[in-house]
Nanobody, 124 residues
Framework: QVQLVESGGGLVQAGDSLRLSCTASGRTISSYGMGWFRQAPGKEREFVAALMWDGGNVDYADSVNGRFTISRDNAKNTVYLQMDSLKPEDTAVYYC?????????????????WGQGTQVAVSS
């Protein structure tokens, strides 16, 4: 069983940056595809970014492309989401997720493991 724990969220102003971390325990995630999703109040959870087990096939939602960067450090069993030029519309709870098949996918149903989420709030 894999446990995923997100950290790094907080309250920032528009234009600021944050780096979210997702650290796994229980077993290595080096063979997993990993993704980030977010859910704003009153909205459905949406895809943000994903990458394959080897760091390849990186994919971003159009709304964050060019501002967010997903990366991973398999030696640390950790995945990151660097968020730059934050906007108020980025306010949401951010979740990381792991896919045992190793692929990067936008489909939330494909992911086997989820973290509990970390809150990001961006003020204007």
């Amino acid at each position: 069983q894999v446990q995923l724990v997100e950290s790094g969220g907080g309250l920032v102003q528009a234009g600021d940056s944050l780096r979210l971390s997702c650290t796994a325990s229980g077993r290595t995630i080096s063979s997993y595809g990993m993704g980030w999703f977010r859910q704003a109040p009153g909205k459905e959870r949406e895809f943000v970014a994903a990458l394959m087990w080897d760091g390849g096939n990186v994919d971003y939602a159009d709304s964050v492309n060019g501002r967010f960067t997903i990366s991973r450090d398999n030696a640390k069993n950790t995945v990151y989401l660097q968020m730059d030029s934050l906007k108020p519309e980025d306010t949401a709870v951010y979740y990381c997720a792991g896919d045992r098949t190793g692929y990067a996918t936008r489909r939330s149903a494909a992911y086997d493991y989820w973290g509990q989420g970390t809150q990001v709030a961006v003020s204007s």
